[in-house]
């Protein structure tokens, strides 16, 4: 299973900032939809932010004025800048992606996760 690829998680204080990346292999030839969830310590996978190929951006209501996605189409790449983060958003982040790759079908792709934790 092709997988994307996440960085930029850590440990930040309350209040700081983080910035993640996800890239796609080029394996995947066409990607459409990006985005990010998070999974906290015993709770569901949460959807928080996605972008379309053309820039079009949804977020969550406990993100949103915080968090900003964006996406550099000509590196296969998604980003998602955190700020005045709160120890709430502590959780492990997951890339995902829709996209047609070597198979020709068009599937969900995901990363394995990076972990963020906001605390003192």
């Known amino acids: 299973q092709v997988q994307l690829v996440e960085s930029g998680g850590g440990l930040v204080q309350p209040g700081g900032s983080l910035r993640l990346s996800c890239a796609a292999p080029?394996?995947?030839?066409?990607?459409?939809?990006m985005g990010w969830h998070r999974q906290a310590p015993g709770k569901q996978l949460e959807r928080i932010t996605t972008?379309?190929?053309?820039?079009?951006?949804h977020y969550t209501d406990s993100v949103k004025g915080r968090f900003t996605i964006s996406r550099d189409n000509g590196k296969n790449t998604v980003y998602l800048q955190m700020n005045r983060l709160k120890p709430e958003d502590s959780a492990v982040y997951y890339c995902?992606?829709?996209?047609?790759?070597?198979?020709?079908?068009?599937?969900?792709?995901w990363g394995k996760g990076t972990l963020v934790t906001v605390s003192t």
């Open positions: 972008i379309t190929p053309v820039g079009i951006t």
């Open positions: 995902h992606a829709d996209g047609i790759g070597t198979t020709g079908a068009f599937e969900d792709y």
């Open positions: 080029g394996s995947i030839f066409s990607i459409y939809t």
